[in-house]
Every structure is written in C-alpha cells, then in structure tokens.
C-alpha cells in the first residue's frame, strides 16, 4: 500500500497535543482532496513550516496552506469569529488566496466573548489542585453551552440577526447572573453590543457557511480522499484522557463521525502521530516529567513553546504506557514519530513502560487521574545516538540506535511507523514504504 491508496485518513495525536500532526498533514495533503478540522477551536496551534517559512494556525485546517484543496471546518469544532477572520486575514497579507477553498459548517457551535471571560473566572476559581491550566480560549464553556442546548449558539443562529438577537438574550443574560452571583463580577456583558460584533463577523463568514456533512458525501461520492485532521491530542480526550485535565471535545478519531457528520466506517486509516519524548501544556499528571536540565534542552531543543499561548511546554521521557492508552482507544492503523532529531546527543533513553505504585506495578492510565500524581515511573532504557538526524532522508540513513528506539515504539503501540520527521521543515520527513518499514 503506497500513501495514495490511505482512503479516507485521520491524523490524531497519541499524547497530549503538540505531537506535530500540523506537520503531517502538511505532508499528507497532496495525498488527499479535502482537510477537515472536526473538534476543538482556537485553543488548537499548529505549526507548519513551508519554504522556510512558519505558519500558525488555530482555527483554519492545515490542508488551507494548499490552495487548491478544500478545507473544512466542520460541525464538531467551535468557532471563535474573530479569530478565524483575523487568521485568514493574515494569510491573505501573505499571499494565499481563501475563498472557494474554505468551507465551514452551519452547525458549528460559536465562541463569544462570555465564553473567554467564563473560562478564565471558573480556571481562577478552581484553585491550584482543581486548576485544568486552559488555554483561556472560551473552549470548555463554548462546549458546556452546546450540551446545554438552552445556551448554544450556532453560527446558522448567528447568520440570521433576529435569531442572533433572542439567542443572545436568553443566554447572555444567564452568563451576567452568574458573573455577578457567582464570581461576584460588576461587568456585565451588553447584547446590542455583541449582536453588532457578531453581525459583522456573520457577514464576512456568510460566503464559506455551508452544509458540510452533505459536503463530504458528496466528495466522497465522487471519489474525492478525506483527511481529518485531529486537534489536541488523545490523552485530552473529554473521556478517555486524563480527567478532569482534558479538552472538552472528543480529541480521537472516534470523534471524526459526530464532529464531522461521516459515517463511522469511513475511516481506512488512522495515522496516531506521537512526539520521540513527551510534552504537555497546563496542568495534570505528568509521570515521565523531567524537572531538570535534561528537560530544559528538550524544551530548547524542540522549540517546546506553545503556538496558542507561548506557555513552557513540560517536557519528559516517552512514555509508553499512557501513549499505549491512547493506541487502544483510537486503533492507529499507523504511526508518525516525530522530533527524533531533538534527541541526538543522548546516552541513553528510558522509555516509560509501567507506573509503580506501592507494591505493584500497572500499565493503565487509571480511571482517578489524581493517581497518577503518586506513581514513580518504571523505564526501560535504550541506547541514544549523538549523530545530527537532520540530513537523513531515507530509514537506511538513520543511526541504527535511532531505528532501534523507533521499532520499540512501534511494538509497544502496536502499528508500524509509516512517518518520521527528524526537523521542522516539509522536506525533513521519512515516509517508510511497506517493503522497508
Ligand atoms: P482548553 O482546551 O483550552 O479547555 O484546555 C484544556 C487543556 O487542554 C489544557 O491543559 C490545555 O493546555 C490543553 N490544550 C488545549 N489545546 C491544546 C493544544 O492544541 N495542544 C496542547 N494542549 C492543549
């Protein structure tokens, strides 16, 4: 099976976000017809590296940067207006052409200004244990108000001002009672104000709002390859990640079918894409955390900043347990191991592979996360390579330490290495075809 014949792809991350599936599906792209992005928002960065030059993107799929694909944002993800407009603004300053290409679902939930200020008020009121560390993106609360069905608005609800109006005034009214009771906040949020903000967005928007679950059946009814792109990564799942320190979105490709309106068979390939260490942003357990400076020149090293927030990245040994966890919930078909050239100059390289509690050893992410603050991590440790992996284009170039570390990913995960990416640029990837890999 060569890439062309993937069918319809998801590309997922394995742990907590930032893995580099911007990258892959830069890389994929060419493969494909359309690029949708079903879940999250703008609490999403993904970096992409064209030419030399950096591209960050937050709401707007990556397959945007190629023009002549479509890109979707679908039912699944919420869309903060502003921010999508200011990002294809800025992509229209740098040459791309935005218009037929970009399609965005009517049935997407809308992010609001309340949402923002809510996220930020419950995150100060949690406290520094209950603290999830958000984005400050208005995610969770956006989330909250669509299973709430009373409180959700959609953007088909904000293309039409009068049902803008008493959508707005229902819930914007509830969001001021609590400020004011229950974070005892004196500013109150106006609904002309917003209902003018949002008109105006509304209209920009208007021209790319469609259907896009007929969409996709469409193109897929004509042939036409799908690649869903995923957003944060699997151990943010709302269920099978690490909560309560999670996204609020299903973050796996289990959640390509709501968030997309596809049929739950239409998925042939699932490319789990992890980082050769571990990183997170926020806060959570952290098993294989390294608080020292082995750490910090990881973080240094692979440019560990966030895209969203500019944040510190944590950063820590592979940790195979948790991202085995998240293999079994989502299925990869195939893996995409990134970084590995952030890792040269190592001697050795422990890989999680259980947690030791007490007695006894698990290699399950339990059920009560707070667990795992306790656990002392069991590793196996692999030999390291000091050999600069930027210039290998082939797997035949690779140390053969570093073909070693990979395979050990590949048999705890359960699915062969199809990608690995040893820089940040387009051209530093290594695609194994089935006959070497
Ligand atoms: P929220 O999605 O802003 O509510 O944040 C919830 C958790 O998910 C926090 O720990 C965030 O740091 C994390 N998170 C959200 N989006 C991303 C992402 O794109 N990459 C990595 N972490 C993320």
Redesign the pocket.
């Known amino acids: 099976m060569s890439f062309p014949d993937f069918g319809h792809t998801c590309v997922v991350g394995l742990q907590?976000?930032?893995e580099g599936k911007g990258k892959i599906v830069d890389v994929l792209v060419p493969y494909y017809h359309v690029v949708v992005r079903y879940g999250?928002g703008a609490?999403?960065?993904?970096t992409v590296v064209v030419s030399g030059e950096k591209f960050a993107l937050h709401q707007l799929p990556s397959g945007i940067l190629h023009s002549e694909r479509l890109s979707v944002i679908a039912n699944g993800a919420v869309v903060d207006p502003a921010v999508l407009l200011g990002e294809i603004q800025s992509l229209r300053q740098r040459g791309l052409r935005i218009g037929e290409n970009l399609r965005i679902s009517d049935r997407a939930h809308v992010v609001f200004p309340y949402h923002r200020r809510e996220?930020q008020l419950s995150e100060r009121a949690a406290g520094p244990v209950e603290k999830?560390?958000?984005?400050?993106?208005g995610?969770?609360p956006c989330y909250a108000d669509k299973a709430s069905r009373h409180l959700g608005i959609r953007i088909a609800d904000i293309l039409d001002p009068a049902r803008l109006r008493e959508r707005l005034s229902a819930t914007v009214s509830y969001k001021n009672a609590l400020f004011r009771t229950v974070y005892e906040q004196r500013e109150q949020f106006d609904v002309e104000a917003i209902l003018s903000e949002y008109t105006a967005f509304a209209d920009q928007l208007r021209p790319f709002v469609c259907d896009t679950a007929l969409l996709l059946r469409e193109q897929m009814d004509a042939g036409k390859r799908v690649l869903f792109e995923g957003?944060?990564?699997s151990l943010?799942d709302v269920d099978h990640g690490t909560y309560p320190?999670?996204?609020?979105s299903n973050t796996g490709p289990g959640g390509v079918s709501p968030g997309a309106g596809v049929p739950p068979t239409s998925l042939r390939t699932i490319v789990g894409v992890v980082k050769a260490y571990t990183t997170?942003?926020?806060?959570?357990p952290f098993p294989t955390e390294l608080k020292n400076s082995i750490g910090d020149t990881i973080r240094e090293r692979g440019g560990e900043y966030?895209?969203?927030?500019g944040?510190p990245r944590r950063c820590g040994w592979f940790d195979a347990v948790a991202a085995s966890n998240a293999a079994l919930t989502g299925g990869p078909t195939h893996l995409a191991v990134m970084h590995l050239d952030t890792l040269s100059g190592m001697d050795e390289l422990p890989v999680c592979v259980g947690y030791r509690r007490g007695g006894s050893i698990v290699n399950r992410l339990p059920a009560d996360t707070y667990h795992l603050d306790g656990v002392e991590p069991v590793y196996e440790r692999l030999p390291g390579w000091s050999e600069s992996l930027n210039d290998c284009r082939r797997l035949a170039d690779l140390p053969a330490n570093t073909r070693g570390y990979v395979d050990f990913i590949a048999r705890r995960l359960g699915a062969p290495v199809r990608i690995l990416s040893v820089g940040p640029g387009r051209e530093q990837t290594i695609l194994v075809e089935d006959s070497a890999g």
């Open positions: 907590w976000g930032d999250g609490n999403a960065g993904h996220d999830i560390g958000t984005t400050g993106r995610i969770g957003a944060q990564g943010l320190f999670v996204t609020s997170r942003v926020g806060a959570g966030g895209t969203t927030t944040r």
